[in-house]
């Protein structure tokens, strides 16, 4: 017997960060939103706990127990009493190290995959809290569709959506470490006022309208000085982008992967093709969204 849920990747259309805290972390308003690039977690049971992978850039996944995936079935099976006893696979489709939730949505896929094939019943609230336990970004791959997160960005609004929203993603050459880019964001504010992080009106009003044009408008990401300061070249897949007719171009989270909201599937393509002729990134993908978060297959 094997469980499989497949689970998205996720764009920031907002990220907004607050100063420093005491812990280390920083407040967000942190607006999610789940786009068709899926990785699938399958769990079976094993003598003992394993993590496999495949897929693109597999290689850079970690297979030991400090993979979400992983420390996902840990957590819960502490919580239940039980061994861990679960061969976890991950089919990756999901850029690695791109700022797009892989991990994430691995550490979520897996919690569920557990759950369902441990029949422990566990009800959505503790597999939430399991998830903020695990990491920022995990709570929201387990609910997908479109979320304002505060806090650290687990802690979770959904938000209405009034249609889909057609997306070009560029992955760039090498990834970029998360800690690094915030690292780099409290350097670059050193000495200044940090406002406290809000979600943006006129934002939220266009992902409730469906209005690809106004969401670009609104669209923002204050680690982006900071992810090209530290990458630098993504500057010039930004402007690839845009120039091959995106809506608006940004770093997605904490980089470095690039991504491009257009108009319709027809406009993605024609983005698509410029970027992937411009030589400025390493592959090209597009996708829609929103689309619902882990999901048990049949």
């Excluded at 997908?144 to 993603?169: I, P, Y």
């Excluded at 410029?274 to 592959?283: F, I, V």
Aim: net charge negative; hydrophobic share 45%; charged share 20%.
């Amino acid at each position: 017997m094997s469980v499989t849920v497949r689970v998205p990747a996720k764009v920031n259309v907002q990220l907004a960060v607050g100063a420093a805290r005491p812990d280390g972390f920083h407040d967000l308003a942190n607006v999610f939103l789940a786009v068709g690039l899926y990785d699938e977690v399958t769990v079976t049971p094993a003598e003992e706990l394993r993590v496999t992978c495949e897929g693109p850039d597999a290689g850079q996944v970690p297979l030991d127990h400090t993979n979400l995936a992983a420390r996902a079935a840990v957590a819960l099976a502490r919580r239940r009493g039980i061994e861990p006893a679960v061969h976890i696979h991950i089919a990756k489709d999901i850029p690695v190290a791109g700022g797009m939730a892989g991990g994430s949505a691995d550490g979520a896929g897996a919690l569920l995959a557990c759950d369902a094939l441990w029949a422990t019943g566990a009800p959505r609230a503790e597999l939430l809290a399991i998830c903020a336990e695990l990491g920022s970004d995990v709570p929201f791959s387990l609910v997908g569709g479109a979320a304002l997160g505060v806090g650290r960005g687990e802690r979770l609004t959904a938000l209405e959506t009034g249609g889909g929203f057609h997306w070009v993603f560029a992955m760039a050459e090498r990834g970029l470490s998360t800690p690094a880019v915030f690292r780099e964001f409290d350097r670059l504010a050193e000495g200044r006022r940090i406002p406290e992080p809000v979600a943006s009106r006129e934002l939220l009003q266009a992902l409730a309208a469906g209005d690809a044009e106004a969401l670009a408008d609104a669209v923002s990401n204050d680690l982006q000085p900071a992810a090209l300061s530290l990458f630098p070249e993504l500057a010039d897949t930004l402007e690839a982008g845009r120039a091959g007719g995106a809506l608006t171009a940004l770093v997605s989270g904490s980089g470095p992967t690039t991504a491009f909201l257009a108009r319709d599937a027809e406009s993605a393509e024609k983005v698509a093709q410029t970027l992937r002729a411009s030589g400025t990134c390493r592959t090209v993908r597009t996708a829609a969204g929103p689309v619902p978060g882990a999901t048990v297959l049949p």
